[in-house]
C-alpha cells in the first residue's frame, strides 16, 4: 500500500513523452560494471547488503590485499583502564564551561582523567570479521599477486555478483563472489583443476581490533595472535569457528558442496584452511556466514545466495527513481553517470544497514567505526530523495527512537529541555567525548528534514504519528537551546558552540547562519507538524521562530557567523565547509533569505575558497545553491570538480583530510541529482545544462 502511494505522487511528475519511453535501467547501469586487472592499494570490490558488506582484492577473495568484513554488529572493547579514579564509566566528568552566565557540563575530555576520556573515544570499535583467500598449497605458501597472469575481474551491478579469473601454477582460476540479501553471508564459487589436485583451498583468518582512530584501508592487527583465540568444530561438510576476542564473541559457519574438511593451518595464529578431497571434481562451492550467535545455521547453498542476489539487485535498480543521462553526448555527462550509478551500488552495500553508516561504511574504519549523528542527512537523506523507502526505513527514524532516552538525559544533564541527539556514536546512542562533539548543533534538526520528505511522499495520519514524539523532544530542545538576548531582543544560537564549519573560537562563535537558518527551517516544520495533527504548537515555539536573530550579513554576504573577524580577509574564514550555502540549496529558502547576499556569496565562495581542503560533501551542498541560482552548469562543475573524485569502482576518494572512502560526497551526490532531476518546490522539472538530454523518472520535487 505504502508503496503504491509512492509511485502514484512519483509518477505525476513525469511527462507524457517519458512516461511511454520507460528507461532501460538494466542497460544503464551494466554500461558501468567496473572492471579491473590488478589489485587496488587503496579500495576494495565490494559484495554486501547494506548490514554486511565482504571486499575483495583481485582474486575475488582477501587472498592478497587484507580487505575487510565488517558487519552492523560486529564491535568490541578494550578492557577499561586500570588507573585508581578512572576504573569505570562514571568516573569520566568532562568539563564545564561557561554558557550565557551557568556552567555547563560538556562531554570533553578532561586532562585529569586521560584513560577513561581516551577509552570512551576508542570504544566500542567496529571490528574487521576476517579474511578469506586462495590457499596454493603447501609448497606455495609465497605466491603473491605478480604470479598470476590473465587477472580479469567484474563485478555485474545488475546482480551484485563479482566474476574473477587469472592464472596461477599453469592452471586457470575462475570464482563468483555474491552476498546474501538477508544475512551476513558470502558465496563463493571456485572453479579449477588445481582443486582435486590438492593445490587450491580456501584460507580463513582473523585480526586482533586496533586503536586506530582510522583503520585505512585495512583493519585490525594480523600479528597478535596471543591476544585473542579461535576454535574449530567440523563435521562433514561444515564447521564452525568461534573467535574470542575479550568480551566478543563471534562465529564462522562454513558449509562446502561434497568431501573436503578443515585444517588448523598454523597453529595458533588463527589460520584455517579448507581443502577439498582428491575424489572432489574441478568446483569448489561455499557460503561463509558471520554470527553472533551461536549455532546458527546458514541453509541455504551458494547457487540459492548467486540467486537471491540477482532478484534483490534487479529490483532495488527496477524500483524507486532513476536517471539516465546516457542520450547526451558530454563527456561530463557520461563521468556523472557513472558515479551516480557506481553511488547507487556502494551505498545500498554499505549505507543501509540498522545502525546509520559511519564514513567509511563498511570499507575500513574512521572514528574507530563510529557513526556521526550530524552525517545522517548526507548518507540517507538520498534514500528518500529516490524512493528506496525500505532502506532508508531500516534506521530512520528507529536509531533517534532508540537514542531518544539517552538524547534526553543529555539535555537535562546540560541544563535544556527536550532531546539533545549525540554526535560521534555507537550502536547503544553513547556519544563519544570531544570539545567539537559536545559543542556542535547542527544535527539537532535532521529530524524535521527526514519527517518532512516522508510526509511529502506519505501524507498519513501514521507518519505523523510515527515522527510525533522524536520532533517533539526535538524541538523543545532546539526553543530551549535559543538564548533570550534582552538588549537585541531576539533569540540568540551560541556561544559556544562550533558551527558546521569546525574551526572557529567555540566560545565567540555566536548565530552562525546556517545553524539559524536551520532552527528556523526545523522550528516551523514542528509547528505545522502540530497544526496537522490540529494540536497546537506551544507558545514558546512560535516565540523563537518568530524571534530568532536574522541571519548576519557582511558586506552583502552570509559569513560564517555573527560577527566573524575578518570574514574574506584571514584564509581561516574561507578552509572548512562553506555551510552558508546549505541555506539555499540543501534547505529551502526560510522568508529572510536574501537572494541578492546569497547569489554574493556564491560568488565570494567561488573565487577565493580554498576547495582542495573541501570534504566530499561540500561540493553536492555547492551545487545544490548553484542550481536553485539557476546555474546548472556550474553545478555540474561542482559534482565533477577534481577535488571531488571517485575511484574506478566508484569510491569517493577522502582527499587530505579523511582517508578513502568518503561516502558522505556519494550520498551528496545522490541528493544533488535528485534535486536536479526532479527541481524543487514552485519549479519543478529537470534542471540540466541546456542540450542536455535527461530522462527522469520518480523523483519527487526537493522541498
Ligand atoms: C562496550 O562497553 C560499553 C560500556 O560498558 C557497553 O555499553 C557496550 O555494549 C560494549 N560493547 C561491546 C561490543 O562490548
Ligand atoms: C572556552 O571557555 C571555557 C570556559 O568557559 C574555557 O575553559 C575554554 O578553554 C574556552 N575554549 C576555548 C577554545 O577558548
Ligand atoms: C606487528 O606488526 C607491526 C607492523 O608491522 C609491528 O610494528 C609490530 O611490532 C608487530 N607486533 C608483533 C607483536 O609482532
Ligand atoms: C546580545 O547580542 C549582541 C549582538 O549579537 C552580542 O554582541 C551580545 O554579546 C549578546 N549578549 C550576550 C550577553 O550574549
Ligand atoms: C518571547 O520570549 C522572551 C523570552 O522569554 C520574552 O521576553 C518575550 O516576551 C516573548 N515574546 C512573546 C511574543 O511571547
Ligand atoms: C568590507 O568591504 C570594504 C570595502 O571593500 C573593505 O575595506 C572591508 O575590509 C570589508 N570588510 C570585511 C569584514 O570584509
Ligand atoms: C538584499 O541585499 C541587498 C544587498 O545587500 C540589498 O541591497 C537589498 O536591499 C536587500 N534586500 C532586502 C529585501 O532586504
Known sequence: MRVQIWMLLATQWLTPADA?????????????????????NSTPVQVGNGN????????????FQPFAIQSSWGWHNFSLPTTPGQTQLTDFTGLDWWTHGRLVKYSQPNSAEPEISNWLIQNPQRINLGRIGFWFGSD???????????????LDLYSGIISSQFTVLGSKVTIKTSADPDSDTVAIQIQSDLIKKGQLGVFFDYPYPDRNKFDAPFVGVWNASSLHTTS???????????HDIDATTYYTNIYWDGEGCISDASKGTHRYVL?????????????????PKRGQRFEDDAGSVVRSSAKWWREYWEDGAFIDLTGTKDTKATELQRRIILSQYLLAVNEAGRDPPQESGLVNNGWYGKFHMEMVLWHLLQWARWGKWSLLDRSIPHVYDRFLPTSIERARDMGYKGARWGKMSDPTGRSAPGEINSLLIWQQPHPFYFAEVEYRAFPSPETLKKWDKVLTESAEYMVSFAWWNSSTNVFDLGAPMYPVSEN?????TINPTFELAYWRFGLKIAEKWKVRQKLEAPPSWLNVSKSLAPLPIINSTYPIYEGIPDMWIDPVTYTDHPAMTGIYGLLPPTSDVNLTVVANTANKIASVWDFANLFGWDFPMLAMNAARLGRSDTAIEYLLDPNFAFDDVGMPIGG??????YFPGSGGLLLAVAMMAGGWDGNEGPKFPKGWDVRAEGFLPAL
Not at 574449530?232 to 568461534?242: H, K, P, W
Open 20 to 40: 511511454n519511453r520507460k528507461i532501460d535501467r538494466k542497460k544503464v547501469v551494466s554500461n558501468f560494471n567496473p572492471q579491473r586487472h590488478e589489485s587496488s
Open 52 to 63: 554486511f558488506a565482504f571486499g575483495v582484492d583481485v582474486t575475488g577473495l582477501q587472498t
Open 140 to 154: 606455495h605458501v609465497d605466491i603473491t599477486e605478480s604470479d598470476l597472469s590473465e587477472k580479469l575481474q567484474t
Open 232 to 242: 574449530l568444530q567440523q563435521s562433514r561438510s561444515q564447521a564452525q569457528i568461534s
Open 275 to 291: 581443502q577439498a578431497n582428491p575424489s572432489h571434481d574441478s568446483t569448489l562451492e561455499l557460503t561463509v556466514n558471520y554470527s
Open 504 to 508: 572557529t573560537n567555540p566560545n565567540a
Open 656 to 661: 587530505p583530510r579523511v582517508p578513502t572512502p
